[in-house]
């Protein structure tokens, strides 16, 4: 593992945030940082030559769908997930553990692991933790993720603890089958909304000694201020010398206040979401752009924001664009948006090593 380093450059006087460098074979990244979602090997509507101009430092995808369709066979005949996608910083692959939450209505879960009906043919397709492993293994990521079970919201305790040490049997399997050297394996934290819970997991993941530790488990339909109380009650119990990423949290009140608590990184489907709704996110709000005020606004969508959508074109063209269907509304929107979350982390980076986060970022710390 001497290819991933952590380092903290300052932490906040008044909070646990930290700004940091997470080193990878694919070079660094700079934390906090927010990571773009590139479910099948893409960045939904962006080149990586576009993504690159967002800030994106480190991008996503997904091994349960690449294992679906192309298969890892075939990104691995093409010299791995990085040439693939001509992407050539670094990819975390997530393993397999969300679609146990998402597709609960097509699986069935055992402690050997997890059966899934295809959506495509129907087919049988067996999950297991070696076989999330030897997936993920295949595909190339920097980063690859422990099969857990993420248990949904609301479940009652006895799931929630069921879900937790299954998933810790499970991390000790991937740890024995994971062939990478040059891939670093993320422990992945439950315990559902259980204080004590959370404290167990993340106490018994710690004593692994991974290379980085994820929070799972939020973000799956509890209120914020259970998002908030989760993550303030694992982080204390993680290695301040390992990366901590958040999972599936996006938004920016979210993000820092996981920021103030200790979280490094960060992952969301919204930028690229919205931008297929025609909507922008523009200093923390949601903007609907086919709204009719925007018409006849020949501004650009944020004057502060050095974004090509925002360097070169108008409201109203956006407007337009939204209006017609056309495809490039959501590629210029998805600029926008994936570059307005990649520097709302960026700022509050910078805050960090001027000592100013708990001041300047004060209206998303309530």
């Not at 769908?65 to 298969?71: A, E, V």
Request: with cysteine; charged share 20%.
């Amino acid at each position: 593992m001497s290819h991933f380093t952590f380092t903290c450059d300052r932490s906040c006087p008044d909070t646990r945030a930290r700004a940091g460098v997470f080193t990878t074979p694919h070079g660094p990244v700079e934390t906090p940082r927010f990571m773009p979602v590139g479910t099948l090997a893409t960045v939904k509507t962006l080149s990586p030559a576009q993504l690159q101009t967002t800030g994106a430092q480190m991008v996503l995808a997904n091994s349960y769908h690449l294992h679906l369709q192309p298969g890892e066979a075939i990104v691995a005949g093409a010299g791995g997930l990085h040439s693939f996608m001509g992407w050539n910083g670094p990819i975390l692959t997530d393993s397999g553990g969300f679609q146990v939450f998402s597709l609960s209505e097509m699986r069935t879960i055992t402690d050997e692991g997890v059966t899934f009906r295809s959506p495509h043919n129907g087919d049988i397709i067996a999950m297991t933790p070696e076989i999330s492993m030897r997936i993920q293994n295949t595909l190339g990521a920097d980063v690859i993720m422990a099969f857990d079970e993420c248990p949904p919201y609301p479940a009652t305790r006895e799931e929630v603890e069921t879900a937790t040490n299954r998933s810790e049997r499970w991390l000790k399997r991937c740890i024995a089958s994971h062939s990478n050297p040059n891939q670093a394996l993320f422990g992945i934290v439950q315990g559902g909304v259980y204080e004590d819970l959370r404290v167990m997991a993340a106490t018994r993941l710690r004593s692994l000694d991974l290379p980085g530790y994820a929070v799972g488990g939020v973000s799956v339909g509890e209120p914020p201020e259970l998002i908030d109380a989760a993550v303030r009650q694992t982080v204390p119990h993680l290695p301040e010398n390992k990366p901590r990423y958040l999972m599936g949290v996006g938004t920016y009140r979210e993000m820092a206040r996981a920021i103030a608590s200790g979280i490094d990184l960060f992952d969301c489907v919204i930028p690229t979401r919205f931008a297929r709704h025609g909507a922008a996110l523009v200093q923390g709000e949601r903007w609907n752009l086919k709204n009719a005020r925007f018409r006849e606004d020949f501004t650009p969508l944020d004057a502060d924001c050095p974004c090509y959508t925002c360097t070169q074109f108008t409201r109203a063209y956006l407007c337009h664009l939204v209006r017609s269907k056309e495809l490039l509304a959501y590629t210029l929107l998805s600029i926008h948006n994936v570059t307005e979350l990649v520097r709302f982390t960026q700022r509050i980076r910078e805050a960090i090593l001027g000592d100013r986060f708990a001041e300047e970022f004060r209206s998303w710390l309530v």
